[in-house]
């Protein structure tokens, strides 16, 4: 049962992120926490279930908050 649930997550986790982010308009971050705490589930378990894309959203959204080390850039977002 428990082995059946990691499958549907693999298959259905990144998707339940982006709807979260779409239909409630919070950050990548807090749809995580949020989809976490809904289904009982550690963050740490389900980081490997979250597509690339979703990794650089998450990435920075948490340069943005300080919380990782911002890396340097070519050109600058804010021109």
Known sequence: M???????????????VEDRVINTRCGYMEAV????EEMEIE????AKYLSKPIIEKIKVEAQK???LPREPQLFSDDA
């Open 2 to 16: 428990e082995k059946n649930m990691f499958e549907d997550l693999e298959k259905t986790f990144s998707k339940k």
């Open 33 to 36: 926490n949020l989809l976490c």
């Open 43 to 46: 963050p740490e378990l389900v």
């Open 65 to 67: 908050v300080n919380l």
